[in-house]
């Protein structure tokens, strides 16, 4: 079996790494790369610019671009766990979280729901409503999401 990256896969690195979270992606490339399996050309130009987050957002989009249909959904859900595992660990504080989804959202303006908490923190931001507000709307909808994805 040939380790490569499915079409999910490359979107989901593609806007993780846009924002600025590359370390998951670096660590699957490693662990592909030390493993005993084939890994594909993808598998082994990632690994080669690993350093490099620009390049490694390149080749990320020319590669998810060729792709003939994204299931954004799965994308979404899995972008959804992702933050809440990192509020569960705290290694990201609410606020991080929304400040990176509100990234994502201008990447991928359909979610949203990303809309939604980046607009919460802008209204917290402006003074419309406090950031304790914001985090709790963002902590319900982790846990909604996590709860809903779990299913």
Same mark, same amino acid.
């Given at each position: 079996?040939?380790?490569?990256?499915?079409?999910?896969?490359?979107?989901? !690195?593609?806007?993780?790494?846009?924002?600025?979270?590359?370390?998951?992606?670096?660590? !699957?490339?490693?662990?592909?790369?030390?493993?005993? /399996?084939?890994?594909?050309?993808?598998?082994? /130009?990632?690994?080669?610019?690993?350093?490099?987050?620009?390049?490694?957002?390149?080749?990320?989009?020319?590669?998810?671009?060729?792709?003939?249909?994204?299931?954004?959904?799965?994308?979404?859900?899995?972008?959804? #766990?992702?933050?809440?595992?990192?509020?569960?660990?705290?290694?990201?504080?609410?606020?991080?979280?929304?400040?990176?989804?509100?990234?994502? !959202? /201008?990447?991928?303006?359909?979610?949203?729901?990303?809309?939604?908490?980046?607009?919460?923190?802008?209204?917290?931001?402006?003074?419309?409503?406090?950031? /304790?507000?914001?985090?709790?709307?963002?902590?319900? !909808?982790?846990?909604?999401?996590?709860?809903? #994805?779990?299913?």
């Amino acid at each position: 079996m040939m380790l490569d990256l499915t079409a999910e896969e490359k979107y989901y !690195y593609w806007l993780m790494v846009s924002i600025g979270l590359d370390k998951e992606l670096v660590g !699957y490339i490693h662990d592909c790369v030390e493993s005993k /399996e084939e890994i594909s050309d993808l598998i082994f /130009e990632l690994y080669n610019e690993a350093p490099n987050r620009n390049v490694l957002k390149r080749i990320l989009y020319l590669s998810h671009i060729k792709s003939t249909t994204v299931n954004k959904e799965s994308v979404k859900a899995r972008i959804d #766990n992702y933050f809440y595992m990192q509020f569960l660990s705290k290694t990201l504080t609410l606020n991080q979280i929304g400040e990176y989804i509100g990234k994502i !959202y /201008e990447l991928e303006p359909d979610w949203t729901d990303f809309e939604w908490i980046s607009d919460n923190y802008s209204l917290a931001r402006d003074g419309i409503f406090s950031f /304790e507000e914001a985090d709790n709307r963002l902590c319900k !909808y982790l846990k909604d999401s996590a709860s809903a #994805n779990a299913k």
